[in-house]
Structures are given as structure tokens and as C-alpha cells.
């Protein structure tokens, strides 16, 4: 029984080897033969990226939860990227006391700087 099994195992492998050499390459990434060539390091970052890294890296620098990202904009050095933060909780909730900041990223999306615009009430609109 010891070698029938051994004999069925070494099959499977046979089998699952065979199937790995014939697979047949993922299509399903579009990419031109020119973005294949290309090293991802010198890919941009996407605007979803950038924004979540914004957002990240100003959440652990100040302490405070991000509310949203509530703009972002791409300049000639880098993203400008507006998050709302949450600065004081309240009860109700919307009596909270938000802001925005303003973070500046190089063109790779390391955060470089960063300044609050402004704050408001929750429960209060801006214009």
C-alpha cells in the first residue's frame, strides 16, 4: 500500500507541475509593452495612494482621527491633498468641532508639509 501511495502522490505532482507549465500568463493587467518595462519605483502614485497616505501621515502626526479627505489637487512639485480631522468630540456629535488641513506631498506622495486652513462646527456649514 506504501508504494501506491507514494506512486499516487508523485502523479499528483506530475499533474499539478504539468498544469503549472501550461498555465497560461494573467492577461487581465492592460499595461502597454512600455509601462512593463518601467521599474514601479518610477511609476507615479495614484490619487487614491496619495490620498490615503496623506491622510495616514497626518492622523499619526497630530494625534487626531480623519473625518475625509475633502480635496486634491496636483501642482508642478508634488499633491495638495485637504483631509477633514475631528479636534474636539462632543455630545451631540454635532456640535463637534472639525478642521482642515492642507498636507503638501512631493510627486512620489512623501508627505513634505502641512497647515490647518481653518476650523468649524460639525453642525454648521462652511461658504
Known sequence: MTTTRRTGQQSERR???AKKATARP???RRGTADEDR????????SLRSVALSAATELSELIGHQVESVVAIDRDDD???????VVESRRVPDT??????Y????????????????????RGRTQE
Not at 518601467?38 to 502614485?45: A, H, V
Not at 456640535?95 to 482642515?100: G, R
Not at 492642507?102 to 486652513?117: P, S, W
Open 78 to 84: 508634488g499633491w495638495k491633498v485637504q483631509v477633514e
Open 102 to 121: 492642507e498636507v503638501e506631498t512631493d510627486g512620489d506622495g512623501a508627505m513634505t508639509g502641512y497647515r490647518r486652513l481653518g476650523r468649524h462646527v
Open 38 to 45: 518601467q521599474p514601479s519605483r518610477s511609476r507615479k502614485p
Open 26 to 28: 494573467d492577461r487581465s
Open 95 to 100: 456640535t463637534d468641532i472639525l478642521a482642515i
Open 15 to 17: 499533474r499539478n507541475t
